[in-house]
């Protein structure tokens, strides 16, 4: 977990659909996303990604990817975030922000955004660079019709009354 540093800079982050600056929350979320792509470790994809999150109780969590000689070790920073959340207790996102160096920004990669599904119902997502505007837009947006574990609650309740003769 990151506490609200004084660093963080107070630079206007435009949406680039609407052309109006963030709102103060996505704001601080996009500057820590940013400070956190300092912290990858991607000597491979030369590609450092920095993410942070906040939870539905308000505390936000930051993560950036960490890469491994053996390529499929390697962890997303959506996922480092959603895993510091989880480890102390957080099940449900707010919203995330994450830094790429691309512009327009990435999105996040299909296994980043199964598991932000798997915790964030409809989260506000924020695709940024380390300068210039930004993306906002939801988890239902970047994966629609995601496999929820709402769908395994309903397949064991239907077994369950199949196997009851109801």
């Known amino acids: 977990m990151v506490n609200r540093s004084s660093s963080l800079s107070d630079d206007v982050i435009v949406d680039m659909a609407t052309g109006e600056p963030l709102p103060p ?23 450092p990604v920095g993410a942070a999150l906040r939870s539905s109780d308000g505390r936000v969590f930051v993560g950036a990817n960490v890469e491994n000689a053996s390529y499929g070790l390697t962890v997303c ?6 895993y510091q959340a989880v480890l102390a ?3 449900q996102v707010a919203a995330i922000a994450i830094c790429t160096n691309l512009s327009p920004p990435a999105a996040p990669c299909g296994m980043c955004r199964q ?14 660079s380390p300068s210039g505007q930004a993306q906002v837009t939801t988890l239902s947006t970047l994966l629609p019709q995601a496999f929820r574990p709402s769908a395994l609650i309903a397949t064991v309740e239907a077994k369950d009354d199949h196997e009851r003769g109801e």
């Open 89 to 91: 207790g957080a099940r």
């Open 77 to 82: 920073a959506e996922r480092t975030a959603m």
């Open 25 to 47: 929350l996505l704001h601080d979320l996009a500057e820590r996303a940013r400070q956190a792509q300092a912290l990858a470790y991607a000597p491979y994809s030369r590609f």
């Open 115 to 128: 598991t932000l599904a798997e915790f964030a119902e409809e989260a506000q997502i924020v695709l940024l």
